[in-house]
Structure formats: C-alpha cells, structure tokens
C-alpha cells in the first residue's frame, strides 16, 4: 500500500478531487434550485419535474466534465467505490490502487460535502435542500423500493458502461452515454432513492447532515448490482476485449495504473516502486 502510495498518489488524487467537485457541483446546482430564496427557484416554484430536470442536464455535463478532463483521463474517473470494486474484478486495476481509489473516492465526498456546511450552512441545511442526503422516499416499504431501484439503476449503468467500453465504435463516447444516462436517472428515479449510485457521495452528504439511518443501502445495493453486472457481462459477451478502465475510453499506456488481461498485475512492494 504505501508502495503504491509514493508511486500512484497522483491518480488517487484524481479521484479524491473528482467526486469532490461532482459532490460540490450537486449541492450548489440544488441550492440554486431548491432552495426558496433562490431566484431560479422562485421562476420555477410549481415545477419539481421542470427543476428535476435542469439538475439533471447541469450534472450530466458536471460528469462528462470530470470524465473527460485531464485528470480524469488519468484516472480513470471512477469517482465512485462500486465502478473501482467492478474494475477490480475485472482484473483491470490492482488491489493496492483499488483500496487507495476507495479512501481518496470517500474523503473527497466527505471533504465536499463539509466544505458545503461550514460556507453555506444554513442554505445547504435548508429542508428543501436537506445536504442534498439520498434516502429512501417516504412510503410503505421505503427501504425495499429504494434497494430495488439502486440496485436496477447500478446494474444498467455497469451494463452500459461495459458495453461500451468494449466497442470499438462507442467507447470514446462511454462518457457521454453514462451523462445520459444520469440525467435521466435523476428525472426519474430521484423521488425512490434520491438517486444515489453511489456509496462515497452518500456517506459524504450522510455526515454532513449527521444522518445514517439508510446509508447501508446504498452501501450494498449499487456495489452488489455493479459486481453482478460485471460477472454477467464477462459471461455472456464476446466482443472486444476491453482494455483498460479509464470511463473515457483508451488504450493501455506505458506507466498507466491498468492491464491487460494477459499481463501480470505487479506484486507490492516491487523493486521499481520502492525506488
């Protein structure tokens, strides 16, 4: 680990700062929304879906930003524990970078979200705004209904994200395709989980707002689906051979943190990373 530290902490940073400004992104975009001395809001006061909708356009475009940046290219733009934890049982990212992805992916959430409180503690504590937390809408087996779309929405988006990773003709515009794909997750599905997708990005809002109640599920639904959309896909597929992990599409390169399945993925500590 500390091998893989002085070798690769650039890209953990990378991470760490992605799903930092995809968090800070999702509370100033719903503040500017939500909240009611907002002029937006006030424009906008009857129209939830019209609302839901901006938000999701303005962060299908916060997402393709991240994911084809310069750092994002460089690290893959994971930016989510479960997307690393599927890359991982691919075989396409090591161990000690996957656990390191998973701590940069979590503190930079968490790091976000109290940057949010401390600035605009009162607009981002709003109860229309609420920490932007995910939880399960309140209905009769909440919980349940919750689950049940984290877990359909996380299997297609690794379903789709696969597929396109391993088509030649799609895989430069995976990015975009998973932009889309957010948007409409979030006009949609948001009033059943909150629309989360992600484990880092809940726990981040979770503490800001001191609330844990739910953070469980989403804690085993979007990893589970991920990892089963993984193993199904290396099952049925039989296209081409994806090759690395990086959401932007590419090609393996000297010195990058990814493989090929025919390559052996380095021990830690190795001779060259001591040095």
């Given at each position: 680990?500390?091998?893989?530290?002085?070798?690769?902490?650039?890209?953990?940073?990378?991470?760490?700062?992605?799903?930092?400004?995809?968090?800070?992104?999702?509370?100033?975009?719903?503040?500017?929304?939500?909240?009611?001395?907002?002029?937006?809001?006030?424009?906008?006061?009857?129209?939830?879906?019209?609302?839901?909708?901006?938000?999701?356009?303005?962060?299908?475009?916060?997402?393709?930003?991240?994911?084809?940046?310069?750092?994002?290219?460089?690290?893959?733009?994971?930016?989510?524990?479960?997307?690393?934890?599927?890359?991982?049982?691919?075989?396409?990212?090591?161990?000690?970078?996957?656990?390191?992805y998973g701590l940069a992916q979590v503190a930079g959430a968490i790091g976000a979200a109290q940057l949010l409180k401390l600035t605009l503690g009162?607009?981002?504590?709003?109860?229309?705004?609420?920490?932007?937390?995910?939880?399960?809408?309140?209905?009769?087996?909440?919980?349940?209904?919750?689950?049940?779309?984290?877990?359909?929405?996380?299997?297609?988006?690794?379903?789709?994200?696969?597929?396109?990773?391993?088509?030649?003709?799609?895989?430069?515009?995976?990015?975009?395709?998973?932009?889309?794909?957010?948007?409409?997750?979030?006009?949609?599905?948001?009033?059943?989980?909150?629309?989360?997708?992600?484990?880092?990005?809940?726990?981040?809002?979770?503490?800001?707002?001191?609330?844990?109640?739910?953070?469980?599920?989403?804690?085993?639904?979007?990893?589970?689906?991920?990892?089963?959309?993984?193993?199904?896909?290396?099952?049925?597929?039989?296209?081409?051979?994806?090759?690395?992990?990086?959401?932007?599409?590419?090609?393996?390169?000297?010195?990058?943190?990814?493989?090929?399945?025919?390559?052996?993925?380095?021990?830690?500590?190795?001779?060259?990373?001591?040095?």
């Amino acid at each position: 680990m500390l091998a893989a530290w002085r070798q690769n902490q650039a890209h953990y940073l990378a991470e760490g700062l992605g799903i930092a400004f995809f968090v800070l992104c999702a509370g100033l975009l719903t503040m500017l929304l939500e909240h009611p001395a907002s002029a937006v809001h006030q424009a906008l006061p009857g129209s939830a879906w019209l609302r839901r909708g901006l938000l999701g356009a303005a962060m299908a475009l916060v997402l393709a930003s991240i994911v084809y940046s310069p750092w994002g290219k460089r690290s893959g733009a994971h930016i989510n524990p479960a997307v690393t934890l599927a890359f991982w049982q691919l075989g396409k990212i090591r161990t000690p970078d996957a656990l390191w992805y998973g701590l940069a992916q979590v503190a930079g959430a968490i790091g976000a979200a109290q940057l949010l409180k401390l600035t605009l503690g009162e607009f981002y504590a709003h109860p229309a705004v609420r920490h932007t937390v995910t939880e399960p809408a309140d209905l009769p087996m909440g919980d349940g209904i919750a689950f049940a779309a984290e877990f359909v929405i996380s299997f297609l988006l690794m379903w789709v994200l696969l597929y396109s990773l391993h088509s030649q003709a799609l895989k430069e515009k995976t990015g975009w395709l998973l932009a889309a794909l957010l948007a409409v997750y979030i006009l949609f599905e948001t009033p059943l989980s909150g629309m989360s997708l992600n484990p880092a990005r809940t726990l981040g809002t979770a503490v800001a707002a001191g609330q844990y109640e739910s953070v469980w599920l989403y804690w085993v639904a979007p990893p589970a689906a991920m990892w089963l959309a993984t193993i199904l896909f290396r099952r049925f597929y039989r296209g081409q051979e994806l090759a690395c992990a990086v959401l932007a599409g590419c090609a393996p390169v000297p010195g990058s943190l990814y493989f090929q399945d025919s390559e052996e993925p380095p021990q830690y500590p190795d001779k060259q990373a001591a040095r």
